[in-house]
């Protein structure tokens, strides 16, 4: 059993997982992730951002992902 560094699927699946839970917590608080833009605690804001503005390709990569972990695997 490898981790999700060294396994590009799963190293995926963690950066998806990521992106879609920073988003929807910044969508339920925004004053959560909005006062921390910088330094370590940024990279959640900036997923956060992604998911927002990307939010249709995060959406077809979900389904791609979830199609491949059910089917492929």
């Known amino acids: 059993m490898q981790s999700a ?9 963690v950066i998806l997982l990521l992106i ?20 370590l605690l940024g990279i ?3 997923c956060a951002r992604i998911g927002e503005r990307k939010s249709p390709w995060v959406a077809c990569c979900c389904v791609i992902m979830a199609f491949s972990i059910l089917f492929l695997q």
């Open 20 to 39: 879609c839970t920073c988003a929807y917590i910044r969508a339920l608080t925004p004053s959560l992730l909005d006062k921390h833009k910088t330094g």
């Open 44 to 46: 959640f804001w900036k």
């Open 5 to 13: 560094i060294f396994n590009f699927q799963s190293l995926l699946t």
